[in-house]
C-alpha cells in the first residue's frame, strides 16, 4: 500500500434527482433528491467518489450550504495525503463546526481512494467480511391511512420482507394509520415505525401501547431529539422497541444514550456521523454494549447508499438495513454500486474501493466547483 497519495484536485457537484413521487414525513415533503458528490482525484490516478443527501430538518444543512462549504474543504485539503483519513477529517472540523452531510461525502471519498490503495472492497478495509445478505425494507410514506394502506400492499406484494412507516402526525391518525395498514397487508409481514419525532412523550406512550398488538418491530424516534432525558420513559412504558435516531448521530451520542438507557435500538446514518470514520466508532461502542443496530439514509442514490453497504458488512452489530431510497428516484446515474434483488437483498460490489462512481460525461453536466 502507498504511504502517500496527494490530492490534487476536488470537485464538488451538485446532483439534483427527481422522485418518482413526493416523499412526505412528519417533517415535510421532497419533490427532489437534492445531493452532492465530491469527487477527490490524486497524484497516483487513484480518484474518490463520496455523495451526501442534506436534509435541512435534521442535518441544518442544503445542497447550496454544502456547495460552499465542500469548496473550503477542497482549498484546506489540497496537496495533502489522501490515505490520512484522521488528518483530513481533523481539518475539516477546525474549519467549521457540524456540518456533518458534507464532511461525510469527504469521509466516503477518501475511504474509496484508501480502500483502492489496500486493495481491498472498502467493507474489507473497514474491518469486515461478505458474510451475510443485505435485506432492505421500503418505506410508506405519510399520507391519508386509505393511500399508505394501498402502498403497503405494493410493497408486500413486491416481497419486501418489512414495511417501514412514516408517522408523527397525530396520536389518532397515526393508530388509524397502522390498523388501516395491518388490516390491509396481514398479520404476517413486520411493520417498522418511524415517528421523525412527531409526538410528545404523552403521545408516543398511546400511540405505542395503541399498537402492541399489531406487529410492530420497532419505533424510531418517537419524540423531539432534544427531549432525549425523556426517551428512557417513552422506552419503558412502551410495549414495542424504541429506536434512536436523529438524537444519536455521533460516538458521544452513543455513549450518553447507553448510560441512560433510553433505547432499545439505535439507527446509524453517515449524514448524522459525519461519515465512516466516527461511524466505526458508533459501532465499536454498539457492538461492546450488544445494541442492534439500524444502517439508515436520507435520499442518497446508489453511490452512497453503497457506502453505507459495506458499513453494514463491516459490523455483527448491524441487524436492519433501510436502503430503499435509491429506489424512488426516478433516474440513475451511478455506475456499478449496489445492486438490488428480489425480496429487497442487496449485493455488494467485490472490486476494490467502493466499487461505485459517476462517469465523467455526468458530472461534466452538473454544476460543479473544481479545486
Known sequence: MNHKLIITQTEICKLRVPLKEPFTTSLGKEEFAE???????TDKDLVGFGECNPFMPINGESIDTCFIVGQYFAAALKNKNALDIEGCIQIMN????????????????????????AGVPLYKFLGGISNRELVTDYTVSLAEKEKMAGDAV??????????KVKLGDSAKSDIERIKAIRWAVGKEIPLRLDANQGWSVKEAVEVLNALK????????????????????????????????????????????????????????????????????????????????VQIGAFMESRL????????????????????????MHAEDYVSGGI???????????????????????????LERAII
Open 35 to 41: 445531493n452532492i458528490v465530491v469527487v477527490i482525484r
Open 94 to 117: 477546525r474549519i467549521i463546526f457540524g456540518n456533518n452531510s458534507i464532511k461525510s461525502a469527504f469521509d466516503m471519498a477518501l475511504h474509496d481512494i484508501a480502500s483502492q490503495a
Open 154 to 163: 405494493k410493497i408486500k406484494e413486491a416481497g419486501y420482507p418489512a414495511i
Open 213 to 292: 398488538k399489531d406487529g410492530i418491530q420497532y419505533c424510531e424516534e418517537p419524540i423531539a431529539r432534544w427531549n432525549f432525558m425523556k426517551l428512557r420513559k417513552v422506552r419503558k412504558r412502551s410495549p414495542i422497541p424504541v429506536m434512536a435516531d436523529e438524537s444519536c448521530c455521533d460516538d458521544h451520542d452513543v455513549e450518553r444514550l447507553l448510560e441512560l438507557k433510553a433505547c432499545d435500538k439505535m439507527n446509524f446514518k453517515l449524514g448524522k456521523s459525519g461519515g465512516l470514520f466516527t461511524a466505526k466508532k458508533m459501532l465499536r461502542l454498539a457492538e461492546k454494549a450488544k445494541m442492534e
Open 304 to 327: 452512497g447508499m453503497t457506502a453505507f453497504a459495506h458499513l453494514a458488512l463491516s459490523s455483527s452489530a448491524v441487524k436492519y438495513c433501510d436502503f430503499d431510497t435509491p429506489l
Open 339 to 365: 445492486t438490488y434483488h428480489a425480496g429487497g437483498v442487496i449485493k455488494v460490489p467485490d472490486a476494490a474501493g467502493l466499487g461505485a462512481w459517476v462517469e465523467e460525461d455526468v458530472l461534466k453536466k
